[in-house]
T-cell receptor
Framework: AQKITQTQPGMFVQEKEAVTLDCTYDTSDPSYGLFWYKQPSSGEMIFLIY??????QNATEGRYSLNFQKARKSANLVISASQLGDSAMYFC???????????????FGKGTKLSVIP | SQTIHQWPATLVQPVGSPLSLECTVEGTSNPNLYWYRQAAGRGLQLLFYSVGIGQISSEVPQNLSASRPQDRQFILSSKKLLLSDSGFYLCAWSPRLAARETQYFGPGTRLLVL
């Protein structure tokens, strides 16, 4: 079974509108971290936002927020006020296990291609 | 601030030739280092990670090897490239024992094996 599922291969959003990119995860480990990365056409993976499994509040970073629903095992990325420069691939990723305890692998989803329409 | 460099940016190599990709990190000490491969239109697959000089862990058995000769240098190598080695190779670093261990990626190397 996939550990990270991104069900939207592609999404379109109008400039200045908000968009939600879906991510569900599968783990039995009580300690884990969830990450979102942006990959523009240049290829570089850009870190956007992090949510720890024990964090009480949803993470926010500027126009990015993470809608963390632990019971449903979902970690959706919300981008507010979309800009043309937001057009890119977006990847959800998970790290299982305790920090520094040998849990170094990030498991990535297959990504969602976001296109912002002027 | 920390920066991560990779070179070359693009590489075209014949099947059977050797490979050496280099990654260096600036502005931090004792980082964890990682090599990932991304096939076209796919997510990333972890190939190797390192928690210190000379310490390499492999996640996927393959035609590739990695070395860490210096604290902030990570090298991906192959003695004989295969067609299936084509892809986009990304190096990443994360702070040691930090609360999040967020991984930060370099610009990547596009490798085409013909």
């Amino acid at each position: 079974a996939q550990k990270i599922t991104q069900t939207q291969p592609g999404m379109f959003v109008q400039e200045k509108e908000a968009v939600t990119l879906d991510c569900t995860y599968d783990t039995s480990d009580p300690s884990y971290g969830l990450f979102w990365y942006k990959q523009p056409s240049s290829g570089e993976m850009i870190f956007l936002i992090y949510q720890g499994s024990y964090d009480q509040q949803n993470a926010t970073e500027g126009r990015y927020s993470l809608n963390f629903q632990k019971a449903r095992k979902s970690a959706n990325l919300v981008i507010s006020a979309s800009q043309l420069g937001d057009s890119a691939m977006y990847f959800c990723a998970m790290r299982e296990g305790l920090t520094g305890a040998g849990s170094y692998q990030l498991t990535f989803g297959k990504g969602t291609k976001l296109s912002v329409i002027p | 601030s920390q920066t991560i460099h990779q070179w070359p940016a693009t590489l075209v190599q014949p099947v059977g030739s050797p490979l050496s990709l280099e990654c260096t990190v600036e502005g931090t000490s004792n980082p964890n280092l990682y090599w990932y491969r991304q096939a076209a239109g796919r997510g990333l697959q972890l190939l190797f990670y390192s928690v210190g000089i000379g310490q390499i862990s492999s996640e996927v058995p393959q035609n590739l090897s990695a070395s860490r000769p210096q604290d902030r240098q990570f090298i991906l190598s192959s003695k004989k490239l295969l067609l299936s080695d084509s892809g986009f190779y990304l190096c990443a670093w994360s702070p040691r024992l930090a609360a999040r261990e967020t991984q930060y990626f370099g610009p990547g190397t596009r490798l085409l094996v013909l």
